[in-house]
């Protein structure tokens, strides 16, 4: 039988002197948990069977430390500032610019995949390398993130570290939560004095669930508010492109022009200059768009994702700000 709760003290942790973000409830970074110094690995090597031991823990203080946070973060974000529906290489991109211009702001992404990343661990036919056509490569460079120039374009050596070079950034800022294994199933919609609508939110659901409204009773979701809300749900499938058809059904664009054969001159031009609000308070970009506005696919070229998200940070701002003037959450 396990203590009750209250007859368990977890010890108290010692807390670096990191600075903490003020308006978000982000908690400093634990050196360990006795206060002693934590043994370098130079300090380790070769002396695993001698007094090699980790520190002691009781189950509860993991199952805490995890739900303590995730708790906490849900409990923060259930009033975000601007969402973003799918890590893939557009959202990212996103998200990287927005943490970098706004620290003040509070940014949820919602993933439906356990793993981040959408479409970006590689490129065309599960190739490694990606291309990216000039001028993204300002993103690469911006992000640090190594190439071999081509003329027109550049290669990252493997989609992998651009991907996982964009995701440790994003994850980085103190003011962006990434919910992933977590499905946007629905919008939230206000009715503006004109009786036009806007999107005011996102409706979520763990993707787990959301895969089984078919053969389980009601299993009903949970919500976040958001004046802005950036779509990047990539083209149609089995998770793609949910915001775009969700606005047919919902009757706030009469159809989608469906996305159409690969161009990739003109298809990456069109996604990037296209990257807009496309109902009041959903910016849509990267290929989710190519769905509303019947544009081209640019198969294995990355560029235009990158640079759709630097877009859509933009236009999101802008709808933010916009919103913020009139009092209109
Ligand atoms: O899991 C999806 C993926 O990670 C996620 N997603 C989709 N529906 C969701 C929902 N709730 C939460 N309802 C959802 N998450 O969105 C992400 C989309 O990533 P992606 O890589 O598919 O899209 P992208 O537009 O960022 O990049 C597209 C990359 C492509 S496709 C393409 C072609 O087909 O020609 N070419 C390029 C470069």
Known sequence: MSPPSAMYNEPSTTLDSAPVKAGFDVKPVAINSNGNKTKTLAEMADKWEQGFTFAPIRESQVSRAMTR?????LDTYAESDIVIVGAGSCGLSAAYMLGKARPDLKIAIIEASVSPGGGAWLGGQLFSAMVMRKPADAFLVDLGVPFEDEGDFVV???????????????????????????????????SNPDGTLRIAGVVTNWTLVTMHHDDQSCMD????NAPVIISTTGHDGPF???CVKRLVSMQQIEKLGG???LDMNTAEDA???????????L?????????????NRMGPTFGAMALSGVKAAEEALKVFEERKRQNAY
Do not use: C, W
């Open 69 to 73: 946070r995730y708790f906490n973060d």
């Open 156 to 190: 990252v050596k493997h989609a992998a570290l651009f991907t996982s070079t964009l995701l440790s950034k994003v994850l980085q800022f103190p003011n962006i939560k990434l919910f992933n294994a977590t499905a946007v199933e629905d919008l939230i919609t206000r």
């Open 221 to 224: 979701p949970n919500t976040i």
């Open 240 to 242: 793609g492109a949910f």
């Open 259 to 261: 996305m159409r054969g």
């Open 271 to 281: 996604i990037v200059k296209r990257t807009r609000e496309v109902v009041p308070g």
């Open 283 to 295: 910016v849509v970009g990267g290929m989710e768009l190519s769905e509303v506005d019947g544009a």
